[in-house]
């Protein structure tokens, strides 16, 4: 296995125990609704040091992938800019295991430093994770190699974007605010797993590539 391999796997396995120990915890959570409830607030209470651990494994497998992004796109469409994006949501994704949010509603008077730095790292995180997809694109559309690609990242990246295509939506009548604001763990898993989904993708095709590579 050479490092190409190795970088790819990293990427496989931080997907799966993230999207694994989402879904896990949220179904075995007694106070705990996946529809209603964050991903975030999985660090929250006793069990909160799974929550917490998974975002920081899951984003130091994520740097390593994006090695493997750098040597694969050395030049080209996307090269630079997309791999300092994936970056970014990576350091995004390890600092949101590290600072903690507070519990729902806590005043903004009484929010900790660790919750406040929760938002300020996560929110820009979350906008980048469609907008990573779609520059990945512009390479994947123009690329022989990876053109195989091009419709999975299309479709994962609109589902990514899920969030901010409905939020407009959202302030057309209460009903549809309601519906945005009482089911946010839902509308949060399709673009955070739909992301996730994309990489796991990503890093198959980049196993496969390096495969390929040996064989020639």
Known sequence: MNKQQIYAWAGMVGVALFVLTVILEGWYRPDYKPLQMAISELALGPRGWIGISINIIYGLLLLVFSRGIAAEFPNGKASRGGLIILILIAVGIFLSGIFVMDPVNTPGEQMTFHGRMHGIVGIPMMILLPICCFVYLRRFLVDPKWQFLRYWTLVFGILS??????????????????????????????????????????????????????VQ
């Not at 899920?162 to 509308?187: K, W």
């Open 161 to 214: 974007a899920y969030v901010y295509l409905i939020g407009p939506i959202s302030l057309i009548s209460p009903e549809s605010r309601n519906f945005m604001q009482n089911y946010m763990g839902f509308h949060q898993r399709i673009f955070a797993l739909s992301f996730s989904a994309w990489i796991f993708v990503f890093a198959l095709g980049m196993l496969k590539q390096s495969r390929k590579n040996q």
